[in-house]
């Protein structure tokens, strides 16, 4: 082991230049997508040289309207340096991969996520932050989330070899650092069948699959798992996979007879194998393991959809069941600013599962769903992705899987709402997933139905007093093109079936010496 000490007053911005000095490249972690993004700052700030101003544009102009999250990365990548995290569009995130790999950009500062699933090698990790704000409080890092990040450091094929730093602030953590994550061993893995969303889920699809068909094919199929070794109690599991059972068919999930088996001798270690009972998928249950939903996210759509006819704020109450299901976990956590909104909030809004019902089923804070819910609302009222990031800290590329995952759930609101015979709710739900997909006011879905017509073009139009087709029909192409532009409006056109020309723009003649 080797330590380093760097005259540089910011030892990572000055390991980073040491890097760039031999031109070689560096992960730099960091705790959280903040931290990154000020790193990444720190460092550009001391490199005089735009290198990559083309890359730097593009990624600015990756959306439509660049928000101030943008701008500060293309300032950055216009130097070589870069920072990444799940708050960045997926455009971006993948130019800066694709760089990266190229050589282009020579710094990257992310969050620990960077370090798992991607094929990121670079001569140096450098391990800023060891520990990370959790549940409770700022906690150690596990030495497997090190052992990633260190893992990066040397590019085999390229390099010799690699160097993986930690930063030490003070000459005691040296031997903390290094009897903890060097010579540290790795916490032990933990099957994911412990977690009980993905117990019920699973129990569910080997059932609608007809992969089980009876409990005791169920014992038998779990005894051989990486979980039942780490159980070690076979009865205790059995007794969970019951109340799994249990909590299916009472959702109307799963149908099943108990029967009794016809056996002529067993020990007493297998007298539980003489009572087996058929597992059967209701119609209902195979559709939610199709549509790969948690069965509890189901139970509890189920249980808000009736009352979605009665609300007077469908966007909101609809939204804040979404909130309930753990797929769109995290939620937006309150803070003691939000106490006024959330208070608000209570006073003034319907929601189609009560607080008393949210604790039955959740551990989450109810405030958060609330909070969570008026995000979706605000954007639906065509907030803007910067104003989104000014008032709740939501990054454009959070705010694009918030909206995905909160897309699928309204999907499966139909699903469901159809086989339980609710047809009348399907136009709300379609119409609040149409707000949700484009982020638009009620007023703006009719323009919707036109392809290259998105939340910004619609505005226009409507502004313009072209709110409907038939609107579309009768405006001139010439007032269009003014609206949209040229393209945009033949395209209008020809979707209403009027075939326009458009006018070829006016070519200038090149000048010679020959027109003399």
Not at 488 to 505: F, H, S, Y
Request: proline content about 3%.
């Amino acid at each position: 082991m080797e330590t380093k000490i760097l005259s540089h007053k910011d030892p990572t911005t000055g390991l980073a230049l040491d890097t760039l000095s031999k031109r070689k490249q560096a992960l730099v972690f960091c705790a959280s997508k903040r931290a990154a993004e000020s790193q990444a700052e720190k460092i550009a700030k001391t490199i005089k040289n735009d290198s990559l101003l083309s890359l730097s544009e593009q990624i600015l102009h990756v959306l439509a309207n660049p928000t101030k999250q943008c701008r500060r990365l293309a300032s950055c990548v216009r130097k070589g340096i870069a920072f990444h995290h799940a708050g960045l569009a997926s455009k971006q995130r993948e130019l800066i991969e694709d760089h990266f790999r190229k050589g282009d950009i020579s710094i990257i500062c992310s969050t620990p996520t960077l370090a798992a699933g991607l094929d990121m090698p670079a001569f140096r990790s450098i391990i800023r932050d060891t520990k990370r704000f959790g549940p409770r409080g700022m906690q150690p890092i596990p030495v497997l989330e090190y052992e990633q990040m260190s893992g990066r450091a040397g590019r085999p094929g390229k390099e010799d070899y690699g160097e993986a730093i930690i930063i030490a602030s003070k000459e005691g953590d040296i031997e903390y650092y290094t009897d903890r994550y060097i010579n540290g061993e790795v916490e032990e893995l933990y099957s994911k069948l412990a977690v009980e969303p993905v117990l019920r889920t699973y129990v569910l699809s080997l059932v609608s699959t007809e992969f089980i068909k009876s409990t005791q094919e169920l014992y038998d199929f779990f005894d051989t798992t990486f979980y039942a070794h780490q159980y070690g109690d076979t009865q205790k599991l059995h007794a969970t996979l019951d109340r799994m059972i249990g909590i299916l068919r009472r959702w109307e999930f799963l149908e099943g007879e108990q029967r009794k088996e016809t056996i002529d001798f067993v020990s007493a270690s297998d007298l539980e194998g003489q009572l087996s009972e058929q597992l059967v998928a209701t119609p209902l249950g195979k559709r939610v393991s199709e549509m790969y939903i948690d069965p509890l996210t189901a139970h509890t759509l189920l249980t808000g959809l009736p009352g979605l006819s009665i609300v007077s704020d469908e966007a909101f109450a609809l939204s804040h069941l979404l909130c309930c299901a753990l797929e769109l976990r995290p939620l937006l956590g309150t803070k003691v600013g939000d106490l006024e909104l959330i208070e608000s909030l209570r006073e003034s809004r319907q929601t189609l599962i009560t607080e008393e019902e949210f604790y039955r089923i959740s551990q989450d804070d109810f405030e958060d769903t609330l909070k969570t819910a008026k995000f979706f609302e605000d954007w639906m009222n065509e907030m803007t992705e910067d104003q989104l990031l000014e008032t709740y800290q939501v990054r454009p590329g959070e705010i694009s899987i918030k909206m995905q995952t909160a897309d699928w759930l309204l999907y499966a609101c139909e699903e469901l709402a159809r086989m339980k015979q609710m047809q009348p709710l399907l136009k709300i739900i379609k119409r609040v997933r149409t707000r949700v997909k484009h982020g638009v006011r009620n007023e703006l879905i009719p323009l919707l139905s036109f392809k290259g017509i998105g939340r910004s073009r619609a505005r226009k139009l409507f502004s313009h007093n072209i709110q409907k087709v038939s609107d579309v029909t009768q405006t001139s192409y010439e007032k269009l093109s003014t609206i949209v532009g040229t393209k945009i409006a033949a395209n209008l056109k020809e979707q209403v079936g009027e075939k326009v020309e458009v006018p070829q723009k006016a070519i200038k003649k090149r000048v010679t010496l020959h027109d003399f």
